[in-house]
């Protein structure tokens, strides 16, 4: 059984994300699954730190991005959700010219509080980082 309550498809999320953050950095959702959602981002001049390296800000945006649709996906139309914690653990560098791969995978969907897990992994398959976001659930 599929835990979303919006049938929106990848392509109706990146039309909405286009001129926003999400569309500024080229995240896109590529997959809906019955329990993840999943994304791309490539990581070019507008990712990197200083040292050439995917900026560790930049995989939180995909993170706070990716699991806050599909936070809102499995709520109805009377409700929203709003982040409210981030956390981040960066184990392995992504360099410029690299693409990321983000699965989003519920850790507790609760009435009024949703915790969503994202792993990001490099082209080669390694875990580069995994975070954990917090949303409140709140009436629209």
Known sequence: ??????????????????????GLLSIAITR????????TMPVDTRHVQPFGLLHGGVSVVLSETI??????????EAHRAVGIEINANHMAGVKQGDTVTAICRPMHTGARTQVWQTEIRRGDGKLACVSRLTCAVVDA
């Not at 699991?67 to 109805?76: F, K």
């Open 67 to 76: 699991g806050s649709v599909a936070c809102m996906m499995t709520l109805g």
């Open 1 to 22: 059984m599929s835990l979303w309550k919006r049938d929106w498809t990848p392509d109706q999320i990146n039309a909405r994300m286009a001129e926003t953050t999400a």
């Open 32 to 39: 809906i699954e019955a329990d993840a959602l999943h994304a």
